[in-house]
C-alpha cells in the first residue's frame, strides 16, 4: 500500500470541535467505483452506495447536535457539508444551496425540515 505523505490542510489553531458547518469529502478505498456509475448524466447509486446515503442521513438520529446541510454520493467519494451546533437547527450557511441536478443525495434541502420523512 502507497502511503505518500500528505499536507494537513487543517488550520493549527482552530478548534475542531467548535460549532460550525464542515465540508467533508470520504473516498472509497482505492478511489473505486463502489458507490455507483454515472449513467445518462446521473449517478445511479449500487446497494453500496444507497447504504451510504442512509447513513449519512442517518447521521443526525445518532448525533442530535449534527445537521445535515447538503450532500453527494459520487461513485467512489462523497461530499457533504456537517453543521455542528447545539440545538441541530438555525444555522445560517453562507454555502450555495443545491441548484436541483439529478446527482443522488444533492440538497437536503427538498427533505423536510422536522425529519418525519413528509415534506
Given at each position: ?13 482552530h ?7 464542515y ?8 478511489r ?10 446521473c ?25 445535515l ?7 467512489n ?9 447545539d ?8 454555502a450555495?444551496?443545491s ?10 434541502r ?10
Amino acid at each position: 500500500m502507497d502511503r505518500r505523505a500528505r499536507r494537513s490542510v487543517r488550520l493549527p489553531q482552530h478548534d475542531y470541535c467548535a460549532p460550525g458547518a464542515y465540508f467533508v469529502t470520504i473516498c472509497t478505498y482505492g478511489r473505486a467505483p463502489l458507490l455507483g456509475e454515472v449513467m445518462a448524466g446521473c449517478v445511479r447509486l449500487s446497494e453500496i452506495g444507497r447504504i451510504s446515503d442512509g447513513c449519512w442521513r442517518a447521521i443526525p438520529a445518532h448525533f442530535p447536535y449534527v445537521e445535515l446541510y447538503s450532500f453527494v454520493v459520487m461513485p467512489n467519494h462523497i461530499h457533504g457539508i456537517l453543521v455542528f451546533n447545539d440545538t441541530g437547527r438555525g444555522v445560517q450557511l453562507n454555502a450555495p444551496a443545491s441548484s436541483g441536478n439529478c446527482l443522488a443525495g444533492v440538497g437536503m434541502r427538498d427533505r423536510d425540515s422536522d425529519g418525519d420523512g413528509n415534506r
